[in-house]
């Protein structure tokens, strides 16, 4: 697999904390650093720091790789894993989605679990942001048509 430059700068992160940690003297670490930006692949990064800690490999299987490449991918050079989506926004969402199936009663909640999701995303960083705002918005759509219709029968009964 052909190394990409983020591929490459979290090399020499690795690099720089192994140089920080006196695992490497000062001419090793600037060989290595000028290998990792010359490498072209993803297996040649990865010798440049098997024999520095990174921390556990990953719990994928293991991938067969040519001529004596490691067998499983440090963890160095895998995606990060997206942030665990809200529970609160999900229930949200799914509430403004139900408010076209029972007539509008699950608006109310709907824009409760809204607000609450969008203020525990922005405290812990978790995902659903977009679950939280269809929820607001469904719910809040279900409120007002509420409110207009309630309007129109309150007016309708005075005249």
């Known amino acids: 697999m052909l190394a990409a430059h ?8 690795v ?3 192994g140089f920080a940690e006196g695992r490497l003297q000062q001419p090793e670490f ?13 297996g040649e ?10 921390g556990p490999v990953s719990a994928q299987p293991s991938v067969p790789q040519p001529y004596g490449y490691p067998t499983q991918i440090p963890r160095t050079f895998l995606a990060a894993a997206p942030p665990p989506t809200n529970g609160k926004a ?7 989605v139900l408010t076209t199936m029972t007539m509008g009663i699950t608006g109310i909640p709907a824009v409760i679990l809204g607000h609450t999701a969008r203020a525990e995303i ?13 929820g607001l918005v469904l ?7 509420w409110a207009l219709f309630l309007a129109v029968v309150f007016l309708a009964a005075v005249h």
Do not use: K, N
């Open 45 to 54: 990064l990865s010798l440049i720091v098997a024999d520095l800690p990174q």
């Open 6 to 13: 983020a591929d490459r700068e979290r090399t020499v992160d």
């Open 30 to 42: 600037e060989r290595r650093v000028a290998r990792a930006y010359e490498a072209r692949t993803v």
């Open 122 to 134: 922005r405290r812990s960083g978790e995902g659903g942001e977009g679950f939280a705002m269809a």
């Open 139 to 145: 719910g809040w759509l279900s409120v007002a048509g």
């Open 90 to 96: 999900v229930g949200a969402m799914v509430c403004g």
């Open 15 to 17: 690099l720089r904390a």
